[in-house]
């Protein structure tokens, strides 16, 4: 079945919450100690609705399977286009190239700051 990148809507909340406070409780990805709730993400989500800091979810018939955000790095100006990506897949649906399915949709994207430019170790990565 095909995996379809697209932006995330609130409907999608749920299931990224769920795929987020998954790694929460059992991974070593994120910081956070404590699950999020749906309603306390409903703001996250908003602010992650402009085309320079998306969020977007991997669907797979109909399920979101994953998501990504680019998140500012810093509130300084200098700063302005740097960003802070985050992917999260799954944990049944790892290892199929999901997450990198949803970094090379940003390095597509012309209103992106990854679109501009992006560093892996000491070379460009390609989208």
């Given at each position: 079945?095909?995996?379809?990148?697209?932006?995330?809507?609130?409907?999608?909340l749920?299931?990224?919450?769920?795929?987020?406070?998954?790694e929460?409780l059992?991974?070593?990805?994120?910081?956070?100690?404590?699950p999020?709730?749906?309603?306390?993400?409903?703001?996250?989500l908003?602010?992650?609705?402009?085309?320079s800091?998306?969020c977007?979810?991997?669907e797979e018939?109909g399920?979101?399977?994953?998501?990504?955000?680019?998140?500012?790095?810093?509130s300084?100006c200098?700063?302005?286009?740097?960003v802070?990506?985050?992917?999260y897949v799954h944990?049944?649906?790892?290892g199929?190239g999901?997450g990198?399915a949803?970094?090379r949709r940003?390095?597509?994207a012309?209103a992106?700051?990854?679109?501009?430019?992006c560093?892996?170790?000491?070379?460009r990565?390609e989208?």
């Amino acid at each position: 079945m095909a995996v379809v990148i697209r932006a995330a809507t609130p409907a999608d909340l749920p299931a990224i919450v769920a795929i987020y406070n998954h790694e929460v409780l059992h991974g070593v990805a994120t910081f956070d100690t404590e699950p999020w709730s749906v309603e306390e993400q409903t703001g996250w989500l908003a602010a992650h609705q402009s085309a320079s800091h998306p969020c977007l979810v991997a669907e797979e018939a109909g399920t979101v399977v994953g998501w990504g955000t680019l998140s500012p790095w810093s509130s300084r100006c200098a700063y302005a286009r740097a960003v802070e990506d985050s992917v999260y897949v799954h944990h049944a649906h790892r290892g199929r190239g999901i997450g990198r399915a949803c970094c090379r949709r940003w390095l597509r994207a012309p209103a992106t700051p990854a679109s501009a430019s992006c560093w892996r170790g000491s070379r460009r990565a390609e989208p």
